[in-house]
């Protein structure tokens, strides 16, 4: 269990938190018309008749959008219901034409479902931990309005009208912001390698309603506040921290935290009220009378189960035990989509480079992927094109490391001209001097002269001080400019000394 407590001056509280994640649907169109979804097109250039509500247009779902969020329900072991039903949410506002939202209140698509946040000790969760997933439903999002725009009016865009939404509703499991913070990660990440939103939160199209009480520990849960519309992970983790640490003040002073939706100040780190929160009955849900019930065929739910990729978690156990690596290696390498593709290639690439099999080299590749690439790349800057560094030339770096023909400084060195020149590891390695020497006649020159010049020391390392076969090594490497092959160096000094 996490032990993130507030400490006031009535003792500990206990903070617990429920998630409302909405999920822009990867499609080209929209929910219920034929509408493009592209980002960052002229306002309201998007927009079709059943967008704008004209009389007597009729919604038709999109199977694609339908499709998409079922894969999504099956990626988080959920209960996918073949019967479902669309509802609708009246509301009134200047950004919403038709005076209702089309959701799904009673009869979701996707049921319960589950998601697991790993333990991780830098960032407060002790162990691992099972999130649970209340539903998600299919939404249209609506329109968005624009207020810097004009100095006393405002702007509407309804490029964002319709848009399919998918609205995935967390029980309140989480207990920390770090929990949360890792909450929003993983489900991000499922999202992405799945293929049904691109979550990109600055752009809006993955954000977050943060739901957050407080109560003594193991009493009954509090009145929440709802913070509407957070868009990234850090901004999810200062809402809980601020909300959570105001709601304690308030209760500590005698008074009582209310049933409110609230809005969150990037500027300041502050909540501040929006409006009182609404019950279901405030929006006088009924079913769209303009809509069938959706029923699912089993071919439809096969077809979707048998499309779904090898998710982070599958992965990530697959990456220890058929890969052998570290279970840090394996967690960051999965985390994101981008990162396990640029591995799994220059696995392959690296593997067929040595002649070697996948697990053999995996080590090695994981540790560049990770860690010596990105520091080279981060080091350059703007000097870095990072187009120059293809996986067959990262292969054949390797390669070459693996072999014995470069050191690790060596390979680092080409990586810099491959990444500011683009020219070939092989060639670069041969005009540049980046070869480490293994030739065995050249090296032992070296050491007889080293050991000649220090007789000394020889007696003393044979007399037991071991500690000097580092300085031995040292005065060889520095005779041979760095370039002598530290293998061969340390095989013939042991063979000397004895």
Request: glycine letters at 8%; aromatic letters at 6%; charged letters at 30%.
């Amino acid at each position: 269990m996490s032990d993130y407590r507030i400490q006031g001056a009535t003792g500990e509280w206990e903070v617990v938190i429920g998630l409302e994640v909405h999920a822009q649907v990867t499609s080209n169109a929209k929910l219920f018309s034929g509408a493009s979804t592209a980002f960052g097109a002229e306002p309201n250039s998007q927009v079709s008749l059943v967008d704008a509500a004209m009389p007597g247009m009729l919604p038709v779902p999109n199977r694609e959008c339908i499709r998409q969020a079922v894969r999504t329900g099956m990626a988080i072991e959920a209960e996918i219901n073949q019967w479902s039903r669309f509802d609708r949410k009246n509301y009134f506002y200047a950004d919403l034409p038709q005076g209702y939202q089309i959701s799904q209140l009673y009869h979701p698509l996707v049921g319960e479902g589950q998601l697991l946040i790993e333990a991780d000790e830098k960032t407060g969760i002790p162990e691992d931990k099972i999130i649970g997933i209340e539903r998600i439903h299919v939404e249209q999002d609506a329109g968005k309005l624009m207020h810097d725009q004009h100095p006393t009016m405002s702007y509407v865009d309804l490029n964002r009208s319709g848009v399919a939404l998918m609205e995935i509703v967390s029980r309140p499991d989480m207990r920390s912001p770090a929990e949360a913070g890792a909450y929003v990660r993983k489900l991000r990440s499922i999202l992405r390698y799945v293929g049904s939103c691109d979550g990109n939160m600055e752009e809006g199209s993955m954000r977050a309603d943060v739901n957050v009480s407080v109560r003594k520990p193991g009493e009954e849960l509090g009145t929440r506040t709802e913070t509407k519309n957070v868009n990234s992970v850090r901004f999810v983790m200062q809402v809980i921290e601020y909300e959570a640490n105001r709601q304690v003040d308030v209760l500590e002073s005698g008074g009582t935290v209310d049933q409110e939706t609230r809005l969150f100040d990037v500027a300041t780190g502050t909540t501040r009220t929006m409006r009182s929160k609404e019950d279901a009955h405030d929006y006088r849900y009924f079913p769209d009378p303009d809509l069938l019930p959706l029923v699912l065929e089993d071919d439809f739910l096969d077809e979707c189960r048998a499309s779904l990729p090898e998710l982070p978690d599958a992965k990530r156990t697959r990456y220890e035990s058929e890969l052998g690596l570290t279970p840090y290696n394996a967690r960051e390498l999965t985390a994101e989509v981008e990162t396990f593709a640029r591995f799994e290639t220059l696995l392959t690439a690296t593997a067929e480079a040595t002649g070697k099999d996948e697990k053999t080299v995996a080590t090695q590749v994981a540790n560049w992927a990770l860690s010596v690439a990105p520091g080279v790349i981060k080091s350059l800057g703007d000097d870095a094109n990072v187009e120059h560094a293809t996986a067959e030339r990262q292969a054949a770096i390797l390669a070459m490391q693996d072999k014995g023909e470069i050191s690790g400084g060596q390979a680092k060195e080409i990586f810099e001209i491959v990444l500011k020149e683009g020219r070939e590891p092989a060639e670069i390695a041969e005009t540049e001097g980046l070869k480490q020497v293994s030739d065995t006649g050249a090296i032992e020159a070296a050491i007889d002269d080293i050991l000649a010049k220090n007789e000394d020391k020889v007696e003393q390392y044979k007399g037991g001080k071991d500690k000097l076969f580092g300085f031995f090594v040292g005065q060889t490497m520095k005779a041979m400019k760095g370039k002598a092959n530290p293998a061969v160096v340390n095989q013939i000094l042991k063979d000397k000394l004895g």
